[in-house]
């Protein structure tokens, strides 16, 4: 990169038969044949045979500098597994720039047999082991195309803050005691909902980010404890059928450029309606794919017509009114269907909501709608769920903002991790995170959540109850 | 975008002189002549003239869908300060979308003489202004930029919790109670510091992430209170010269493809010893523009051979051990100086560190250093700063994963507020944020912090403390 930099990377020795090279990276194996030793060497593009006589003693995963001559391997001895397998390199000189002592977990297996804590505790070693190391690769590429493809569009990345308020989606808030004003407290957001509908009013009219939701719910396999990552989309002057065939297009590109093995069963996508999903395969988000064994099949799928409410229960968080009335099925701003809003008064129960559901072989990986841009509408639905005055004055800015020149608008936010996983195969959300926290809410490699001292809880104007009982 | 979309962009009406078009966004401005009325129309693309008789009553800031015939203007009429400036809208029909009633602040002047507050209690209006607008787009263009730069360069992006550990960065935590764990909080990061190190022992090699990093400091025009956002570089196998060299390709890079019309005064960029700065300019970040008046001279400069250490004080929250002993002058990660090791023993004050810091026409833009790799380099340090047995268990992982095979790595963060307000030439670090927190930590539109229920402090088992006095 710099001047400086004489090294050699292990993928570029092909191309440097005769030549001299300097290689720095990590002992993958070793094996002695007595004088002659023979070493893997790793680095960030792949792995290297060398060989060399009367090396210095080496431990395996131990950081060195290799100076060595690229020799073209006879072909008898070509290794067709390795990018680099037809050249080795003949050792001048090996320096081990650290020392590894023996890892705690194995590495050169998939890993899916460790047990999970043991695995998050070193995450820096599980990150090592190929399959872990191309998800993460595989993670940075799938953002950075979507990226691309909608900057190509118009699109305006804008940050929202995660200090923020409660954005009510019917989940439980993590909660961020102020210091500066005590007794009060942020809410991480769930999602950027009410920013996002902001920015449309702001003019913004294509916006997306890559967002930090944060849910305090109890974790499942497809859903990691605490936070996870949405590509968060919202548009203005558009209708439900664009945004479904905006996401079709970027995720047919998508596959066809990153993942060109994999192939989609089914184009244009299937679209049921929630009750036809329900009846005919008694789920919301139902696995279409043809043949459940083969691992590059995509079976894309909208579900639509969602009813905009179900019952409300203990579980939906957001109204804490009381009074049990009707509960969004997706949140409080989807929009009614237009056919249906008449039936906001006679049978609420009835009404459609502008929601789309994306599934990919089962997983719900995304989801969005058209939203209300009525003030009326949307003080009606709040009736609805059962708020109080002072509940609805929480969202007076929304109601307000309405007010000012609302473009209607509405998006979709599929999920980073939920899309990986289905994509990729994987049997947790965690196989694509770096650091995921385990399902006690325990964090890799650091050991948080922790205690607090008594000096930062005073500061925050914040007590830990169970001390005093 | 999709098949049912047959809107024209303001900015595409040149091209279609003669054809009919619908458009649809925002009344910028009307002037009513009598019968005839000019309204412009303003979308995300710019604005458009248009004129037509007997228009229904509309007023500014409304959405409207006009469907018209393009017009060529004659010669005379062109208007060289709009890119529509050559056509004009025959307006057919004119439909409000939805009406704006008057707005609570101007939005066609810079803004910058209204009241913050005012300001950001209308965000999404305020962000309708032509300068705000220009800010989110500069900023999603600079940040798109950074990223394919990056990616083009074998760097892989990778998302690290915000759900974590304190890392000691010399500032005020902000805590999130932990359900799971009652009487434990998680810390929001100040820093991915030891994730991106963790990451470098995983083999990543190449790293980065926009990073958003919260201190619960008092803010100032150049930070913001709370969060802000940094473009997080980590690599192995460098030299500071290596990141030195990095950093100044990638920004000049990206001034000459987002910013043509600026100048950088000098190339390559000044280095001064932080001695050198300190005498010569009284500031640990000159600024060297030679004419402090050209809006459009950068003077980039590094700033280097910092002390490792400065004096511990009471603002140090990273020690909280009461011993007042040595304070990392940047973080307690950073190398010592090669040449300087037999110092930390004998005169630590005297040791220089390998950390650099980017600096902008007077703004510390960036920093970083090569990193500390050795355990019993890191220990010592940790011993000079005064940390306690338990203090130092708190960064046992650390220690044991450079027992792993580490590579040696360092890194550089530019804030990207920060290097945005100063390549702007905006006051505030605000003026490039879209929703910024106020001084006193009060959210923009939203009402934040505010009380949390009885109810969500009981599952959190924690108390207010106020509330009992």
Redesign the interface.
């Known amino acids: 990169?710099?001047?400086?930099?004489t090294?050699t990377l292990v993928a570029e020795t092909v191309e440097k038969v005769d030549e001299n090279v300097i290689l720095?990276g990590?002992?993958d194996s070793i094996r002695d044949h007595g004088k002659i030793t023979f070493i893997d060497l790793?680095?960030?593009?792949g792995i290297v045979q060398c060989v060399g006589q009367d090396l210095p003693s080496v431990t395996s995963?131990?950081?060195v500098e290799i100076q060595g001559k690229v020799s073209k391997r006879p072909e008898g001895l070509i290794n067709k597994n390795i990018k680099t397998g037809t050249v080795e390199i003949q050792v001048g000189k090996l320096e081990v720039?650290?020392?590894?002592?023996e890892?705690p977990l194995p590495i050169s297996s998939d890993g899916y047999s460790i047990d999970e804590n043991i695995r998050n505790k070193?995450?820096?070693?599980d990150?090592?082991r190929t399959r872990m190391?191309t998800n993460?690769?595989v993670?940075?590429k799938v953002?950075?195309f979507m990226?691309?493809w909608l900057?190509d569009?118009?699109f305006?990345?804008?940050?929202?803050?995660?200090?923020?308020?409660t954005t009510p989606e019917g989940a439980?808030?993590?909660?961020?005691?102020?210091?500066?004003?005590?007794?009060?407290?942020?809410?991480?957001p769930q999602s950027p909902q009410?920013?996002k509908q902001?920015?449309m009013?702001?003019?913004?009219?294509?916006y997306y980010q890559?967002a930090?939701c944060?849910r305090?719910e109890d974790p499942r396999a497809d859903r990691a404890?605490?936070?996870f990552?949405q590509l968060d989309i919202e548009?203005s002057?558009?209708?439900q059928?664009?945004?479904?065939?905006?996401a079709e297009i970027l995720f047919t590109e998508l596959v066809k450029k990153i993942f060109p093995e994999k192939k989609i069963s089914k184009s244009p996508w299937p679209r049921l309606s929630h009750r036809e999903a329900m009846e005919k395969y008694r789920s919301d988000k139902p696995d279409l794919r043809k043949n459940k064994n083969d691992k590059d099949e995509l079976a894309f799928a909208w579900v639509l017509d969602f009813p905009l409410f179900t019952e409300q229960s203990e579980e939906d968080y957001f109204h804490?009114s009381g009074v049990a009335k009707f509960a969004p099925s997706h949140h409080m701003f989807t929009a009614p269907h237009p056919d249906d809003i008449e039936l906001l008064e006679k049978d609420p129960m009835k009404v459609r909501g502008l929601q789309h559901d994306l599934v990919l072989n089962g997983y719900e990986v995304g989801g969005g709608s058209i939203r209300i841009?009525?003030p009326e509408v949307q003080s009606k639905v709040f009736d609805l769920i059962g708020f109080t005055k002072d509940q609805k004055k929480?969202f007076s800015?929304m109601l307000n903002?309405?007010?000012?020149?609302?473009?209607?608008h509405g998006g979709i936010a599929p999920g980073l991790d939920r899309f990986l996983m289905a994509i990729l195969g994987e049997p947790s959300v965690r196989e694509v995170?770096?650091?995921p926290?385990s399902a006690?809410?325990q964090?890799?490699?650091?050991?948080?959540?922790?205690?607090?001292?008594e000096?930062?809880?005073?500061?925050?104007?914040?007590?830990?109850?169970?001390?005093?009982e």
């Open positions: 990169m710099g001047k400086t930099d090294r720095k990590w002992i790793r680095d960030r593009s995963e131990s950081v720039i650290t020392k590894a002592q890892l070193w995450r820096y070693l990150l090592r190391n993460m690769k993670r940075s953002a950075n990226r691309n900057n569009r118009d305006v990345e804008i940050e929202t803050p995660i200090l923020t308020k439980r808030d993590f909660l961020v005691p102020s210091r500066l004003q005590p007794g009060n407290f942020y809410a991480l009410q920013y902001l920015l009013v702001a003019g913004i009219e294509r890559f930090r944060f305090d404890y605490g936070e990552t548009m002057f558009v209708t059928e664009d945004i479904l065939q905006m804490g841009h009525q929480q800015h903002a309405f007010t000012y020149g609302v473009p209607p995170m770096a650091f926290t006690s809410g964090t890799a490699v650091l050991d948080a959540p922790s205690k607090a001292t000096s930062q809880l005073k500061e925050l104007a914040i007590k830990v109850a169970a001390d005093e």
